[in-house]
């Protein structure tokens, strides 16, 4: 499989960046997290991706990008079946994941050092690494950070630092789970005109209803395993009032 990560992706229903198609899973045989699910992202979209804690919405973003084993359903990266460990790998790159807890991102000596590992695995030279690296730290307002160690960060810096990590990697679909959570409100306003700025389509986890107003163009809601794009429901969900 070949997946042509350059170039500019047509917004229509044949050229979905990310198509689900009956997707299931379960942790327990019987008790279904989520239930023959289907949905796309295309480009330019910026959707949000709703629900009760619980309801299986980082389930979700991990077998997008084959953190956990499919057990029913296929996923797509424009329009090629992802069936493998090889295509997750590169599934890894054209979608990248920015994990609820910042740790699970950031291990390396310093914030530098994690922000250059991604682009050291795919191929690029030290030299060439640390100056991406340094262009997007200093593009996040974090390059006083570059030689701290993530462990002595607050964590709204670790927040930031991860999200640096996954944008130098140039992906094509920013998976964003609880992106403002530990942030003021400056880091959060900074946050939004940074998301607001990028091409890249996102689907974004989120209790924050004002962040995901200010930023979404539509949302998905996960409930009792069902995905559902109903605008009555999802605004029932929220607290809307209809008018």
């Known amino acids: 499989m070949k997946l042509e990560w350059e170039g500019t992706v047509d917004c229509d229903l044949e050229n979905a960046l990310i198509e689900v198609k009956h997707l299931s899973h ?140 996954v944008l130098v990697m140039q992906p094509k679909v920013l998976l964003l789970d609880e992106p403002t959570n530990a942030l003021d409100s400056h880091s959060k306003k900074r946050l939004i005109s940074v998301l607001a700025s990028l091409d890249q389509a996102m689907l974004i986890i989120s209790h924050d209803e004002d962040f995901l107003a200010r930023l979404t163009t539509r949302s998905l809601f996960l409930k009792n395993a069902n995905l559902t794009a109903d605008e009555s429901v999802i605004n029932s969900h929220l607290g809307v009032k209809s008018v």
């Open 26 to 165: 379960q942790y327990k045989p019987g008790e279904l997290i989520l239930d023959n699910i289907s949905f796309s992202i295309h480009s330019g979209e910026k959707i949000a991706l709703v629900g009760d804690n619980g309801a299986g919405k980082s389930t979700l973003f991990q077998l997008l990008v084959g953190l956990l084993p499919m057990q029913g359903g296929e996923i797509f990266a424009l329009s090629e079946l992802m069936s493998d460990e090889s295509d997750f790998v590169k599934m890894r790159e054209f979608a990248g994941l920015v994990f609820q807890d910042p740790d699970d991102q950031l291990f390396c000596p310093s914030v530098l050092e994690d922000v250059m590992f991604g682009p050291l695995n795919q191929g690029y030279s030290v030299k060439q690494a640390a100056k991406k690296s340094q262009e997007m730290l200093e593009r996040l307002e974090l390059s006083h950070l570059s030689q701290r160690m993530a462990a002595d960060l607050s964590g709204g810096e670790k927040r930031l630092v991860a999200l640096a990590a």
